[in-house]
Structure formats: structure tokens, C-alpha cells
């Protein structure tokens, strides 16, 4: 929108003979390049503006009567400046104000007054306004065409929202609240500091404390299945989920991608995958997250965001999985793709402030608020290795704090060689988090020992957790095989004993990556015993659609 309408001339005069003048006589001269939106009184003229502001358009321009009844031209410009403060300001008077107008010079910064009438306007108008609109056009506001969120820093909701349009890659502009322009933005929704986040979309609507549904609404993401009933339903869109869409739709299934969250799953969040096969200088989660996305739609596989799937009914030959507001989906087989979620921080002190201070992954939506600020980082795999080599570009320094004495047994080697060539990391082996405490955000967390249990607490408001990972399979228990820590079995794992799984009536045993519900897969991290790799994950869910076509043609 923003960049593509024109900016706007505002004239406002309750006189209704004046007010058609000034506007027709504007219209006809600058009519092409700018769009003349007239207003009959000073409310209609200020509704006008805070929509033009909420939909990230331009103000150049606002003549203004001085004589208006629900307030004068003064007042009205004074109230246009707290959101365009570069918009150009010309108050109509008749000879009678002329003091006042004098005066407004100096309350509303004003740049011009026109004495009624200005006919001819060759002579006493347009010269006047082509002067303000050239210095307007060397200085304007800027158009803004993308999502605003306006929040607090340190706002756990704030941060909700960013990380959720981060991570389904909406471009967004952040302004906190206590910036002019995150203020004026509020003031332009009739909302004030109290009630952030305030996210203004691209086309100037404004969603007070949404949800993720809400929000994925309205930034075109689709949260509604098109049919009830399909070939192929994946749940998840990680690697292996999208993995699975792209084949599957590609090879002619009726196939719906469902995720809760956003595309990409945990390789979403990597700022950079330096081992992904065809990628020589390494992709960042992002990149190959739109890639596979883009490729799964070609293809004209569905995707669903925000859906959490909660369970799974395998009765009879559809396979029904269940959402969480009560709705279902039907399909002839199923790949499970939910991948596995980050193991929280059980430390006393530290759960108030998850998202507010204490963040679990999420390195790429925070990076650049952790600018010249020293940031902590909880783990000794791979995923934080390669946070804290992206949070070293923007932070003072980075801390990466691990449990064991090095890290060689968790990381690979080539990211422990580049942590070791940047001067602003620095490891603490033997380290654990012991605690957290602060007033509205994170300030202080206590390091313990490992081996001699001593704690000490360090000045900490960044503080990054990437320690290991767990499946969210609770949905599926009395359903579907797991091991102990709810890892998926499948094909080979589930002939325990050389029995085929309790309830499997099938006179063969399951596929190779077949759970021990006939026509229901699963693939990547979830499953057990998988290698937990962004490769691996693709390549089981490209594997799984293969295996679902055998099932459907012995169906
Ligand atoms: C920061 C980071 C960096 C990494 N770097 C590398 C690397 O460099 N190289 C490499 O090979 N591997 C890397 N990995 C590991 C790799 O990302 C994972 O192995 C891979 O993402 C697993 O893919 P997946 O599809 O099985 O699961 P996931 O990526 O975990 O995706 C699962 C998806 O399912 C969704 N989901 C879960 N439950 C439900 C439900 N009930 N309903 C709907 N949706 C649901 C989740 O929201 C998620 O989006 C990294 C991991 C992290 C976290």
C-alpha cells in the first residue's frame, strides 16, 4: 500500500462552499501527483489522518480553516503534528484572525497562512503551496509499506509477537512504544502505552494483543483447511514436514501441511545450516525455510499456520486428527513431522521471565536488540554454537556457558573452530545456571560450579537456552507406539521380540518408518533413534511419502 499511494493534501473548512473551493482549486493542479482528501469538519479531518498514519501513507500537506466549532485550526494542527510532524501546515484565516494565525506561527510551527478568498489561486495560492511541497519532498515522512508492531522492550507479549512474525518471515518494523514513532502510532489507534503490543498491518489494520491465529489472519497466512478430507496430512512443518508436503504434493497427493507455530521448526531458528547438502557458504534457517515453503505451494500442497493438531483417531480406514478448537481433518494416511521442542531451564526464579529476558532459541529475532550488550548463552550442541558466532557480530561479548569441561564431545568441529577464532566469545566450561531474579525483566542470573557447586551472580539480561530437546507426543499416547521419552517407534523397532505391535492387524509388518498405526508415518527428530540433522529430516520426509504410496495402493 504505503509506497504505492500517492501522499496526501488534506484540506478540513466546515463551511461547505469554502471547503469545495479549496479542494477543487487544489485537486486541479496537484490532483495527479497527490491525493486530496477534503473533510467537512475537524474530527472527520483527524479520523482521516490517523488513517492515513495507521496505513503507513504519506502526509504532505494540510490546510486547515481557523474557524471551525469542535475545535479551531490551531488545535487541529497542533494534533496532526503529534503524528506527522513533518507534514506541511497552512492555516485559512479570514482578515479578522489575522492575529491569531500570527500567533500560530510560533504554537504550531506553522509554515504559512492564507487570507480568504485566495482567488486568483494562480496568484495567491498555488505559488504558495508548490514552495511547501518542494521542502516537503526534501524531507518527508517515509512511506511505510510493512507490519508495525509497537510494544515495550521487555514485554514477554511484545516479544511473542515479533518472534512469531520473525519466525513465519513477515517483514516487520518494530517501535517501542516509548519512541515518537511507536507513540504516534498508538495515538493514531486511540490506544496508549498500557495497551501494547499493538501490531499495525501493511494495509492500516490494527490488532490490540493478538493471537497467533489472529495474527496469521491477518498477515495472509492461511489457518483454515479448503477440503475436510485429503490423501496426505503432515503435521508439522519442520524440514521433515515440508520435506514430505513438497514430495508428496509433488507426486500428485491431495496433501495439507498443518503447523502450530511457524514453517521451519528448530532449522527455522538456525542463523546459519553450514552442512545442508548443496549449500557450500551455508543457508540461514530462513532462507530454506521461504525456499520449501514456496516449493510445497507450487506444488499445491496446503499449509495451515497456528493449528495445533492435539489427536489422532485411527479408527476404521481415515485417519482423523483432531485441532485444538474442537475441529478435524480427514486423510488416508498421515506423516508425523512435530519434531521435538527445547528442554525449559529449571532454575529457581528464572520462569517469569521467559520472553523477557530469558528466551529459548529465538537468536535471530533477538540478535540485533542485543547490540553492544553482553549476552549469555545456555548450551554445548551445535545450535548454540551457532547463535553465539551470530550474537558475537552484534553483542559486546558473548558467554556461552557449558555444563562439561569442553565441548568437544557436542559440537562439531568446524563451529568449535570458528567460536575459538572470534575474540568476543569466551567459554565457561563446568558452568550451569543455578537461578535468575530481577524486577521487570531479567538482571542477574547465579553460575554454579559443576564440579565444586560454588555459585556466583553476574549482571545478565540476555540470556539464550539451547539445551537439548524433547518430543511433544502426549497427544498421541494410547494411539500410537512411543519409547519411554516419547520418541515415535517405527518399522523394524516395533517388531519387539519379533511380535508385531499390539492392535496391528495388517498381514505384513510396518514399513520402515510406519508407526504401529498402519497408514500413520513419522519422520525427523520425532521418530525414534532418527539422526537429528536438517538432511536426515528431509530425507525421511521425502522417504515417508514414498512408503504412503505403497499403503494406498494396497488399500
Ligand atoms: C538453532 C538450531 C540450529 C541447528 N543447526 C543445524 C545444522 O546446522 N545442521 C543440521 O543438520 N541440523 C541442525 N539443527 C537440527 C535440525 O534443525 C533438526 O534436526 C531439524 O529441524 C529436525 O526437523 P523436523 O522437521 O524433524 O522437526 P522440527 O524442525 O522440530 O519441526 C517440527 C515442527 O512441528 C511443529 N509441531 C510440533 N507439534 C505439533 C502439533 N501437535 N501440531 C502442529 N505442529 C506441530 C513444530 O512447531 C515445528 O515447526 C539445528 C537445530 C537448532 C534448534
Redesign the pocket.
Known sequence: MGDMANPTILTVDDDPAVSRAVARDVRRRYGERYRVVRAASADDALDAVREIKLRGEQLALVLADYRMPQMNGIEFLEAVMDLFPLARRVLLTAYADTGAAIDAINVVDLDHYLLKPWSPPEENLYPVIDGLLEAWLSAPDPAVSETRVVGHRWSAPSFAVRDFLTRNLVPYRWLQAEEPEGASLLTAAGLTAEDVPLVVTADGKSLVAPTESELATHVGLSTRPTSDFYDLVV?????????AAVYGASEGLRTVL???????????????????LGFPDGVS?AQLTDRARRQALRFGAEILST????GLDAAGAGRVLRFGDGSTITAHSVVL??????RRLDAPGLADFTGAGLFY?S?TTEALSCRGEEVYIVGGA??AG??AVHFSRHARRVHLLIRSGDLRRSMSHYLIQQLDAIENIEVHPWTEVAGGSGDDHLEQVVLRDARSGETHTVDCSWLFV?IG?EP?TE?LTGVVARDPRGFVLTGPDLLAGGHRPPGWTLPRDPYHLESSVPGVFA?????AD?V??????VG??AMAVSLVHRYLEAQ
Open positions: 503435521v508439522g512443518a519442520g524440514p521433515a514436514g515440508l520435506g498443518v503447523e502450530r507455530q511457524a514453517a521451519g521448526g528448530q532449522a527455522g531458528q538456525s542463523s546459519r545450516i553450514e552442512n545442508y534457517g493449528r495445533e493438531v492435539v513431522a512435530t519434531g521435538v521442542s527445547y532459541g537468536a551445535n545450535s551457532q547463535a539451547f530437546a511433544r497427544w519422520a525427523g527428530d520425532v521418530r532418527s537429528k540433522r536438517v538432511a536426515s529430516a525421511e520426509g
